[in-house]
């Protein structure tokens, strides 16, 4: 039985990690060995691994799909910091409020509410 599934993402500088993964998504750092950083949270989820040939509505594929509690919120950090939206805030006939946004990594990212 699987009971976590962690993703792995490479890059060459950690720090650009920080920024947005802990002040504008609100990630805790969890362990940090130097080589490795990982962020997350107490909330509890379901275990899904999304395969795709799109990302809906004719967008591109993003690495991460990250739901938060305040969609909105976030995309206003989002703006302020001046991270590349690259799909602004849209309300999907599927039941999902989200945008696609580049973090500083160049990944792109879908954040999301459910409505």
């Known amino acids: 039985m699987v009971k976590r599934i962690v993703a792995n993402i490479k890059t060459g500088d950690l720090s650009k990690a920080d920024h947005f993964y802990h002040d504008i998504l609100g990630l805790n750092l969890l362990m940090n060995?130097?080589?490795?950083?990982?962020?997350?949270?107490?909330?509890?989820?379901?275990?899904?691994?999304?395969?795709?040939?799109?990302?809906?509505?004719?967008?591109?594929?993003?690495?991460?799909?990250?739901?938060?509690?305040?969609v909105d919120e976030v995309y206003d950090k989002v703006q302020r910091s001046g991270f590349e939206i690259i799909y602004k805030m849209?309300?999907?006939?599927?039941?999902?409020?989200?945008?696609?946004?580049?973090?500083?990594?160049?990944?792109?990212?879908?954040?999301?509410?459910?409505?």
Do not use: M, Y
Not at 45 to 50: D, H, L
Not at 91 to 114: A, C, M, T
């Open 33 to 70: 060995h130097g080589w490795i950083k990982t962020f997350g949270s107490d909330e509890e989820a379901k275990v899904q691994v999304s395969f795709a040939s799109q990302g809906g509505n004719d967008t591109q594929v993003p690495l991460l799909s990250i739901e938060v509690d305040n």
């Open 90 to 115: 849209t309300d999907e006939e599927w039941g999902v409020r989200r945008f696609f946004v580049k973090d500083p990594l160049g990944n792109v990212i879908n954040i999301l509410s459910h409505q």
